[in-house]
């Protein structure tokens, strides 16, 4: 009786050894701007060569889990920043930690940025409403003081 307990005790921890080995590891952290060290909410960030794909909280912090132990690269975007790219090293069972700052691109203030919130992937010209644009042409000849008087101009769009 004792040996068949014996013996289960050590099957179990020899399975539980194993379950351990095969557990999936962890990365979080968090993306920051660089200049002014604030959080990037909705920041994407993807290790690449997988399919996971997460996005920030309002606080910056992401989790990534379910990973097998591997070298991984985290690529992280932001809109009007630099993608980061970052080696993680991470073992079975391990909660890597990660911290992102991105910086601006260079010579973004005055270009046109467009953006877009649908569903599903569309193309513009494609896409079932008007879509408007605002240039910098048209705030100049607006006839106010800020860009809040071409946006009153714009389609559909209510002060």
Avoid at 20 to 31: C, Q, S
Avoid at 35 to 48: F, I, R, W, Y
Avoid at 123 to 138: G, Q
């Amino acid at each position: 009786m004792k040996q068949a307990v014996r013996l289960i005790t050590v099957v179990s921890l020899l399975a539980a050894t194993c379950a351990l080995a095969d557990e999936g590891g962890t990365i979080r952290g968090t993306v920051r701007a660089k200049d002014s060290k604030g959080p990037l909410p909705e920041a994407t960030v993807t290790v690449t060569g997988t399919d996971k794909v997460v996005t920030t909280d309002e606080e910056g912090r992401f989790e990534i889990t379910g990973l097998p132990a591997a070298d991984y690269q985290l690529q992280v975007s932001f809109p009007v920043h630099k993608d980061a790219f970052l080696p993680v090293k991470l073992a079975a069972g391990e909660t890597a930690t990660v911290e992102a700052a991105l910086e601006l691109e260079e010579n973004v203030f005055g270009q046109e940025m467009v953006v877009v919130g649908t569903k599903f992937p569309e193309k513009r010209l494609e896409s079932p409403v008007t879509i408007e644009t605002v240039r910098p042409k048209d705030i100049q000849i607006s006839g106010g003081a800020t860009y809040m008087a071409a946006l009153a101009k714009v389609k559909g769009v209510d002060f």
